[in-house]
């Protein structure tokens, strides 16, 4: 599809265990953002891509959280040691260039559930 | 810091109502201003979007004027459709990537 595209789409761990969660931009989006929204939530800003470089990760939580995105295109974001707290809908974003609009193009998200 | 305040759901409505969804803002600089919508299955979407004080942003019917002097981005429309019915976010943003959302509303329009 010609969408952003999140895996898995929904995701089931126990507490302590390891997650990767996979985004797909749209083809030719040079931007790519990392949003969290937890229940009852609006989405909330985690960190930003501009190429293949993390421009702004200053709303990473802790350093459980990390995201990469090596060839400028698909991104993970990976949590090491996952918490009850960190159950949520994890959205990913993209966007044409540098020009920050505000016109981000999000994926369906990926539902994380810590048992 | 900065946030966003929008009135709670569910609002509910029968077709062809005039819609009504809150939204104000604490800023302390010259944010933009934007409503996103999720539809059902569907990701977030922009709707429209507002950029300085005075500017009205339209798209689907729906209008947003930027209130600076009352702090208020409240989204409007005059006849809603069942195809309407979504979750509604108003956010704001000082980079244009950070955005900082509202908790959402939810809209459900009935025939």
Request: charged share 20%; with cysteine.
């Amino acid at each position: 599809g010609a969408g952003v595209s999140q895996t898995p789409s929904n995701k089931v761990t126990e507490k302590g265990k390891y997650v990767e969660l996979r985004c797909d931009p749209i083809s030719g989006h040079t931007a790519l953002y990392w949003y969290r929204q937890s229940l009852g939530q609006g989405p909330e800003f985690l960190i930003y891509f501009q190429g293949t470089g993390a421009a702004d990760d200053s709303g990473l939580p802790n350093d459980r959280f990390f995201a990469v995105r090596p060839e400028g295109s698909v991104s993970t974001l990976k949590i090491q040691r996952t918490e009850r707290g960190d159950s949520a809908v994890y959205l990913c974003a993209s966007s044409f260039g540098s020009q920050n609009t505000g016109e981000l193009f999000f994926g369906e998200g990926s539902r994380l559930t810590v048992l | 810091g900065d946030s966003v305040t929008q009135m709670e759901g569910p609002v509910t409505l029968s077709e062809e109502a005039f819609l009504t969804i809150n939204c104000t803002y604490t800023a302390t600089g010259y944010p933009s201003l934007f409503w996103y919508v999720q539809y059902p299955g569907e990701g977030l979407q922009l709707l429209l979007k507002a950029t300085k004080a005075d500017d009205k942003g339209s798209n689907k019917g729906f209008e947003a004027t930027y209130r600076k002097e009352t702090t208020s981005f409240h989204l409007e429309k005059g006849s809603v459709q069942v195809s309407d019915s979504a979750v509604y976010f108003c956010a704001l943003s000082d980079s244009g990537y950070a955005l900082n959302f509202g908790k959402g509303t939810s809209l459900l329009v009935t025939p």
